[in-house]
């Protein structure tokens, strides 16, 4: 296969290479199955979400691999290349210096000894998962199945294993649907780092094991100049990609394919999906049972998945989040969270339409611990009780009550709900779930979203403590529906109150906002204002917050018409500079910042990684009046918006 390559060589100043590459078309890829999906953003619109996905709602994960054998936690394998992280103060401690003995050295230890899939998925079930996910090859780049194209293979390496298909045959004895997530589209990139050396110390300049050539197919090759994004621009690699991760599917044929990140690759990605639909079809005599999902907004075209966080209002679309009890690997640093936190999680992003995916983390030789197994059983009682709140369900009218109204995004997953925090399901037209993050403290509940108005078509009939056979006293008026709980005892994770009537829909509560109303900020040291992303109201599917270099940005934005605002309490007039930090690997694109009547636009700056943020002056505006102002931030032009993000605003007086 012969892909195009454009080198232009520019010397401005100090010399360097700006290089430019075509990406990998279609063409040159194998051919997909036959079927209604083609490649383009427009086909994959026809995708149907299947039932077992819709109404299954929790699955369970195995994200475990060679990276799990040190007990060190996540990107072991990329943080022992970068001198001082304590992954690699941990890997010159046991195995020795990168140069010599680096994560090709690893794999080999990973034996699985006590790896025991049958028990592990019998209580997965227990614990009320519908679906099982393997890994199928993390960014270490080595895969876990019987891989037709690449030598790092489990079967091959460590266990010599067929570890997706020994998972695959366990989950189908008990009739769980079964899938698989990749996480090589970031692979390229993200295992440069072990080309590079010490900066400092007696081996300062010694090059790592990563440019031994003869590992490059561990290694990758080296990437090119400007090159430095999540996803390369690299088509060699996005060739390798399609071929693997196509061998995958075509092998095993997983109900739901995870990417750890946007769809990967442009038209590339999008063929891969289009396969993945297509070959579902043809096995399931017309019928699509393929699921993907990944980290872009969907518009219906897969699940968009949000990592270790949940959205902030219900959605059009199924979506999934994925989290885990602990790090994503081992980590023999961490404590595991408990039912508890897994069942409120699940339960409000049950409420907005999502799926639970959980990471069960896993010891290098297979078993997992007995805090985790507690997990698991903790659960299992609960969904004993509680399930039929949670599977087969659908949004209510609104997802919830309650102080705790997460704003969404990823990497914000701990709330602290309590039992003044409702969320609803329902099922049909004549059953709604009640249920109550924790045990209240009193007998008596008020759920205001379940109030009878002058008119109201809606009628309950009859209240019920999912788990209790005592009667439960109730009325229902303006106020709400008034509840009386039996003197019995409640569970401490979540209590469940069954409402049954007539046209349940038909209630007409106050909508629960999407998120807490954004604060007001105020003057700062030196006449300043920082609007920060954490601050910020978020207007939108797709836009939310995360963490990056420790600082919270505004990320996912995906769309033009999503929007942040601000309430800012100016006490001074004069000229305030406008200033933002901002990261896109993307070709710039333009925003606007609204202060008042006000309008200053601005351009965004290509990064080239979606980490690194540069900052940037977008303007200044003259305050008049003093008191509170909305300020906002929106894309200029929709046809031309790529996403960015952003960390908020700052705003500095500079003038009377």
Known sequence: MLLAFVITLSVLGNSHAEVQMDPAAPSQLAPIAS?????????????????????????????????SVPMEGDWYARNLYIQGSGQYQDHLAKYGHPSLK????????????????????????????HYFVSMGAHHDNFDLWNST????????????????????????????????????????NWFQVSRGSDKTGP????????????YADLYHQANLPGDTGWYTTDPRWHAEWYRRVKD???????????SDGGIPFGAVGEQLVAHLYNSSIALHHGKQEAV???????????????????????????????????????????????????????????????????????RPDGSIDPEADQVLDDMAAWMTVNGESIFDTQPWVVYGEGPQRPKGGAFKEDFGFTAKDVRYTQKGDHTVYATLMGAPDTREITLTSLSKGTGDAAEIRDVKLLGSNEKVGWTVGPEGLHVTLPAGNLSPI?????????????????????????????????????LGADLAATHGDGINTEVRGGQTNLGFWDHAEDFASWSVNFTTPGVYEISTSIASPSPSSQFVVT??????????????????????VVGSVRVTQTGKTEVSVKPADPATWHAINMRGLKFRRTGG
């Not at 994560?103 to 080999?108: Q, S």
């Not at 995958?248 to 995870?258: A, G, I, K, N, S």
């Not at 007539?502 to 204002?529: C, D, H, M, Q």
């Not at 202060?595 to 540069?614: C, H, I, M, Y």
Request: net charge positive; aromatic share 12%.
């Open 203 to 214: 081996n300062a300049g010694v090059s790592y094991d990563g440019n031994d050539p003869a």
């Open 149 to 188: 194209y690449h030598r790092w293979n489990a079967t091959k390496m460590g266990p010599k294993r067929d570890v997706v298909g020994t998972w695959q045959k366990e989950a189908k004895k008990l009739g769980l649907h079964f899938g698989v997530s990749e996480h090589l589209g970031a692979s390229f």
């Open 248 to 258: 995958l599917v075509d092998q095993y044929h997983p109900d739901l394919l995870y």
């Open 595 to 616: 202060v008042g009547n006000q309008k200053v636009k601005g351009t965004a700056p290509t990064t080239g990684d979606w980490a690194k943020f540069e900052d940037l």
């Open 292 to 362: 993907y999902t990944c980290k872009q907004a969907s518009e219906g075209r897969w699940a968009q998945d949000v990592e270790r966080g949940v959205l902030s209002s219900i959605q059009k679309y199924p979506w999934q989040t994925d989290t885990s009890i602990g790090d994503w690997f081992y980590n023999k640093h961490w404590k595991y969270r408990g039912a508890d936190w897994v069942i409120h999680t699940l339960v409000d992003v049950v409420s907005k339409n999502g799926n639970l995916l959980i990471n069960v983390v896993q």
């Open 35 to 67: 079927g209604p999906f083609s490649v383009s953003l427009d086909s994959l619109k026809q995708n149907r979400y299947p039932d077992w996905f819709t109404k299954g709602k929790l699955g369970i994960w195995a994200h475990w691999g060679p990276q």
């Open 102 to 129: 680096g994560y090709k050295d690893i794999i080999p230890l990973w034996k699985a000894e006590k790896w025991d899939p049958a028990r592990l998925m019998a209580k997965y079930k227990k614990a009320g998962a």
């Open 494 to 530: 979540a209590v469940v109150l069954k409402v049954t009537g007539k046209n349940l829909r038909a209630f007409k509560p106050i909508e629960v906002p999407a998120a807490a109303p954004a604060a007001v900020v105020s003057e700062g040291a030196g006449g300043t204002y920082s």
